[in-house]
Nanobody, 125 residues
C-alpha cells in the first residue's frame, strides 16, 4: 500500500503562486509515476501533470503547461506542484496520484492506483 498526503493548498489572488506537496509513504515498489489531477465543481476531472520517478521526466496538461512545474525530492519522498501565474480557472480540488506509466494515456500517462485525500486551491480575480 502507498499513502499520499497533500499539503500547501489555500487561497490566492490571480497572478499569484502556490506550491502543493505530496508526501509519499508505504511500499512504493508498485509505482513508477506520480501525478496531479484536479476537479472543479461541475467539471470533469482534469490531468494537471505527472513525473516519472526514475528519470524525472514530466508531462503536463495543455491548460497548465508553462505555468506549473512538477518536481520531486526523493530524499524526502515528496512530489511538488509549483503553480505560478494562477488564474481563477485553476480553482479546484487538487489530488495527488501514484501509479504506473502508460504512454497511451495523455496527458498524464499515469494509471493511478493510489490517491490522496485532495486539497483545495482557490484563485480569486
Amino acid at each position: 500500500q502507498v499513502q499520499l498526503v497533500e499539503s500547501g493548498g489555500g487561497s490566492v489572488r490571480a497572478g499569484g503562486s502556490l506550491r502543493l506537496s505530496c508526501k509519499v509513504s508505504g511500499d512504493t515498489s508498485s509505482i513508477n509515476t506520480m501525478g496531479w489531477v484536479r476537479q472543479a465543481p461541475g467539471k470533469d476531472r482534469e490531468g494537471v501533470g505527472s513525473i516519472l520517478i526514475s528519470s524525472g521526466i514530466t508531462f503536463y496538461g495543455d491548460s497548465v503547461r508553462g505555468r506549473f512545474t512538477i518536481s520531486q525530492d526523493n530524499a524526502k519522498n515528496t512530489v511538488y506542484l509549483q503553480m505560478n501565474s494562477l488564474k481563477p480557472d485553476d480553482t479546484a480540488m487538487y489530488y495527488c496520484a501514484a501509479g504506473l506509466f502508460d504512454p497511451q494515456l495523455a496527458p498524464l500517462r499515469l494509471v493511478g492506483r493510489y490517491w490522496g485525500q485532495g486539497i483545495q486551491v482557490t484563485v480569486s480575480s
